[in-house]
């Protein structure tokens, strides 16, 4: 489908239809009364949409496209798939190839012995599914005390009941109170933002004190988990851990006999310059929970990948089998389409080209420190945030009134280039094949917005 294919009559009526059949996720009513952005088609880094505008997209849609727009391998795979078999449930006792392949591929990749894997539909089903794993863990072991879940504030675990009960952010979260009982929430790892007011190194990890204290004060014994981004995601824009941090975490759990679950929803399969974000730390966790770029955008799947330790609790003897499934999850054409991707992955080495292309990256987005409203340039790979401040030296945050991140925002869009932020948050994390050309103009493009903004804002 292509944009002529539209008149303009045609383009009323669909963004009309939009508008009144549809409710967005996340919707945000101010940007929706610009009215609905509908788009067509897309092209490695490009999309386009229905007037045949063409944009980069910084944020390769919502970070699911990490191998780019219309690739011929992935569709070949699901087309052929589609012919075999479309769709077949990994339920009870069946399983399909594509499922079994898959799961084999993922213990190949997947670090430390993270090998034996439940196929869901998305992120948010994957921590579920993580934490239903973990609290049945323990009560087959008889420990039906250890239910309590710790998770960490500033961090986002999805959007079920169960997912929002580990997110620590008060905005996901306030509208749907009470919540899970057994929740508790420790301290993001957080320089730059330290809520204990430390300074690393001299604070020797006071976020992991902080931690090990709410283990200690509700009791190790009633703990079931430990939840946890490694790299939290782009809400927050991509604070990375001090080092120490995530290895002393996996020895509190070690010690205390609590499950360590890392979510690499948004930071795995590449992003960050590994395959997991974990493997710069060299810290294995108990379980990971992946989905977005594991389809490359495809079709939707997710995963929770556990360890055979963990795995075994629930296998050989009737009664002791996990109590969770869905339908569709694993579903036959998601999971073709997923091997395709990850075949695309290997053999482009998108994972190193993603390391590299980072540093590159980082040095672009740390020049435009010469803008004095970037306050803070962080990341990893391709994962980055430039956070906007009206003074860097002393922190000081720009009035969110002036909605200086949504006029970025909207200025790239005018220009051709889809950026994300939250607040003033900006949030680069493209797909793993750009350019060095896309990434030129993805910074010209940041640069030309940022002076814009300076002079509007910061020099009225
Ligand atoms: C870190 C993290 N965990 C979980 C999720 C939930 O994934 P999904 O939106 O596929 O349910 C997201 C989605 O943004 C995420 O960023």
Redesign the pocket.
Known sequence: MTEQEFSAEQREALKKDAMAYILPHFADNAELAKGPKVFVRGDGCYVYDIEGHRYLDTFAS??TTICGHHRPEIKAAVLKQMDDLEFFPNYVDTFTVPLIQLARKLAEIMPGDLSVSFFVN??????ETALKMARQYHRERGQPHRYKVVARRH??????LG?ISATGIPWFREYFEPLLPGYLFAPAARCGECELALKYPECELGCLRALENLIQWEGPDSIAAVIM?PI????IGYPLPPDGYLQGVRQLCDKHGILLIF?????GFGKTGKWFACEHWNVVPDII?I??GFTGGYI?L?ATVTTPKVADVFRGKPGCELRTGSTYGGHTVACAATLANINIIEKEDLVQRAAQTGIRLKAELEKLYQYPIVGDVRGIGLLWAVELMADRRTRTRLDSQLGVGNFIRQWCWEHGMILRNNGNILVIAPALIISDEEIDLMIALLEQALAVATSKYLNP
């Open positions: 919502l970070l998305s992120g948010s089903e994957a921590n961090s986002y675990s999805g959007t079920t997912g981004d939290p995601g782009s809400n979510d690499e929803v948004q930071t929970t989905g977005k939707p997710g």
